[in-house]
């Protein structure tokens, strides 16, 4: 089975702090992509940030980047500066054999003021 | 925001009963996807579409099945809904998945409940 494991349930940050959201996966796959989708309470998904797997620098966008560990099959998400609207369930999603799309059973992350 | 609606949003039905969800998309993206979402498990894919009357089953596809007529519309149906079926149904689509477009982006969802 192509586990993914995020190890934290639930995670809390001051405003304005650095945060790291953890994700294991479990593939015999060479070529993939990785995503971290946010799901905050209106339950819309939205994506974060993608990696693709054959590329060895790790994605950034904005206030987002991630360490991708390949051999060690890690896809980390790092949130930066973080702030009120970061609240929310982050969830990390390997794509496989390009349909095959599978989801962490997520990350709570509330940010403090 | 990717232009995906589902109906109906919120749906009651006793177990036993047909339901259908719609999904539909104004993206014109090749393929549609319809997962579930329950506590503890994240998202799991129920069936996907790669085109017009092309689709293919998912990780629990079991108890559903789905219809695509048009580019812009697929169908979920749970022929008989039973309890396990209650859940939150989300659509997705994606341009091309295995090119420089492989995001998938998601609809509202919709909640059901089987009682």
């Known amino acids: 089975a192509q586990t993914v494991t995020q190890s934290q349930p639930e995670m809390s940050v001051q405003e304005a702090e650095t945060v790291t959201l953890s994700c294991t996966y479990d593939?015999?796959?060479?070529?993939?992509?990785l995503f971290w989708y946010k799901q905050p309470p209106s339950r819309q998904m939205i994506l974060v940030i993608r990696?693709?797997?054959?590329?060895?620098q790790n994605a950034t966008e904005n206030r987002f980047s991630v360490n991708f560990q390949k051999a060690a099959k890690s896809f980390s998400l790092k949130i930066s500066d973080s702030q009120l609207g970061d609240t929310a369930m982050y969830f990390c999603?390997?794509?496989?054999?390009?349909?095959?799309?599978?989801f962490g059973a997520g990350t709570r992350l509330t940010v403090k003021p | 925001d990717a232009g995906i609606t589902q109906s109906p949003r919120h749906k009651v039905t006793e177990t036993g009963t047909p339901v259908t969800l719609r999904c539909h998309q104004t993206?014109?993206?090749?393929?549609m996807y319809w997962y579930r979402q329950d506590p503890g498990h994240g998202l799991r894919l129920i069936h996907y579409?790669?085109?017009?009357?092309?689709?293919d089953k998912g990780e629990v596809s079991d108890g559903y099945s789905v219809s695509r007529s048009k580019t812009e519309d697929f169908l979920l149906t749970l022929e008989s809904a039973t309890s396990s079926q209650t859940s939150v149904y989300f659509c997705?689509?994606?341009?091309?998945?295995?090119?420089?477009?492989?995001?998938?982006?998601f609809g509202p969802g919709t909640r059901l409940t089987v009682t």
């Open positions: 997705a689509i994606s341009e091309r998945p295995g090119g420089l477009s492989p995001e998938q982006y």
């Open positions: 593939t015999s796959e060479n070529n993939y992509y």
């Open positions: 990696q693709e797997a054959y590329k060895q």
């Open positions: 999603a390997p794509l496989y054999n390009n349909n095959d799309m599978r």
């Open positions: 993206e014109n993206h090749r393929y």
């Open positions: 579409s790669y085109g017009v009357k092309d689709t």
